[in-house]
């Protein structure tokens, strides 16, 4: 440590600490000359830059900056040598984690579901607009960049799912699966952890929902039309935009939205029912898509419809006015504004019921727009339910045998 600058130097990484990180440091009366450097690397996150468009190619985020709950931020610096670097591109990495638990119950009033599971932390697509994207800093990684680069499997979540559908105390209702990160994302096509889950829903006939942007759920009709009739299982695919360029630059990972209409077309044919998500409308960007999105999904074989508004919830907010910048920033000024008009001045409110969908004016007008399209498609607002009355644990190894 450089005393009379006051700067922290790590010359073998060449980072340095911002100010801020030398007043916390000073706040909380630490030597910082004579903490080790394994400490230093250790507690500090991953560098609070902008990542080069090369390294990070195929990516939403702009950045890796550090989650809200690091006490410490890292920025690069110039080393002083005037050496070439080539450039790393940013590979996907995945780790495993073994939960002890598997479901989430969530008492939101404003949601349909109550409970949920997640068989991957972190989402490969991309979407630089995901509502996910902060779950990420409780993890010590980057809302950005490690969101998408930096996964976490489990795969335990099938057996741990079994273990909780037996306990004695569960009581039966639908599963959300999809609602936190995306289940049918590139890395399931290798660890099919999905599919073993939706195959030990359907040996107990538990009902679940699924909602995702990957066509890799084409793989799993089998089982899906399976559950489909007995009614146990649902589908919602969601469509934010209509235009290949847009998807390529706001959602890089997923499949482009021709790829998606053929996938609600054959879950239909499969028999599953499908809702089409017009989820986030982008207001400035693709709110003027909506009645196009429904007229396809319809055409396609989707027999029910949801929209959502765009949401930006802590550090989701920098990564997506990053993204305008970068990408549209002519743009960017009506699609600020429109928001805070919608959420009292504000990026974004959590408030129950305002949250999905904000209020005054401009989102009175896109509901009023949506609904007019929708009853005109003959699409439905909500899809019946699906049946509870059927579960029922299968036999395993061990079990008494029953006499009649």
């Known amino acids: 440590m450089d005393l009379s600058s006051g700067q922290l130097l790590d010359s073998d990484i060449g980072t340095r600490a911002t100010d801020e990180t030398r007043r916390r440091a000073f706040e909380f009366n630490l030597s910082v000359a004579h903490v080790p450097y394994l400490f230093y690397a250790l507690c500090m996150t991953r560098p609070e830059r902008q990542i080069t468009p090369d390294a990070r190619k195929g990516r939403g985020a702009n950045s890796a900056d550090s989650g809200r709950y690091e006490r410490f931020r890292r920025v690069d610096d110039d080393d002083g040598w005037d050496i070439p670097e080539d450039t790393t591109v940013l590979r ?73 559908l037996r306990a004695a105390r569960y009581r039966v209702a639908p599963i959300a699966i999809g609602t936190n990160t995306d289940p049918y994302q590139p890395v399931e096509r290798d660890r099919q952890l999905m599919r073993a889950c939706l195959d030990t829903l359907r040996a107990f006939r538990h009902p679940v929902v699924i909602a995702t942007k990957g066509s890799l759920i ?3 009709l089998d089982i899906l039309s399976d559950m489909a009739a007995q009614n146990l299982v649902r589908v919602g695919i969601s469509i934010t935009t209509l235009d ?4 390529r630059r706001m959602e890089p990972r997923i499949p ?8 609600i077309r054959r879950l239909t044919e499969a028999g599953v029912p499908v809702r089409v998500m017009v989820s986030p409308i982008v207001p400035g960007l693709t709110d003027p898509e909506l009645e196009g999105i429904l007229t396809a999904a319809k055409d396609a074989g989707a027999v029910a419809a949801t929209w959502a508004m765009l949401r930006l919830p802590l550090e989701v907010a920098p990564l997506w006015e990053d993204w305008m910048d970068t990408h549209y920033p002519d743009r960017k000024h009506r699609v600020m504004s429109k928001l805070r008009e919608m959420h009292g001045d504000k990026t974004y409110d959590a408030q129950w019921f305002k949250r999905l969908r904000g209020r005054g004016p401009y989102a009175d007008l896109i509901a ?15 899809m019946p339910d699906l049946d509870c009355s059927a579960f029922a644990p299968p036999p395993q190894d061990g079990d008494q045998l029953c006499l009649f």
Not at 93 to 109: A, G, H, K, M
Not at 244 to 247: D, G
Not at 256 to 263: E, I, K, M, V
């Open 256 to 263: 482009s939205p021709a790829r998606r209409l053929a996938t």
């Open 218 to 220: 084409e793989r799993d």
């Open 92 to 164: 996907t990495e995945v780790s495993e984690e073994r939960p002890r638990s598997l479901i989430n119950y969530v008492t939101s009033p404003d949601l349909s579901f109550d409970r949920t599971i997640n068989p991957y932390r972190g989402c490969e697509h991309g979407c630089i607009y995901c509502f996910a994207r902060p779950s990420h800093a409780w993890l010590g990684m980057s809302p950005g960049l490690d969101f998408e680069t930096k996964l976490i499997a489990r795969p335990d979540a099938p057996k741990v799912l079994a273990r909780e």
């Open 368 to 382: 009023l727009r949506f609904t007019k399209a929708r009853r005109r498609l003959g699409l439905l607002q909500t």
């Open 244 to 247: 290949p360029v847009l998807n």
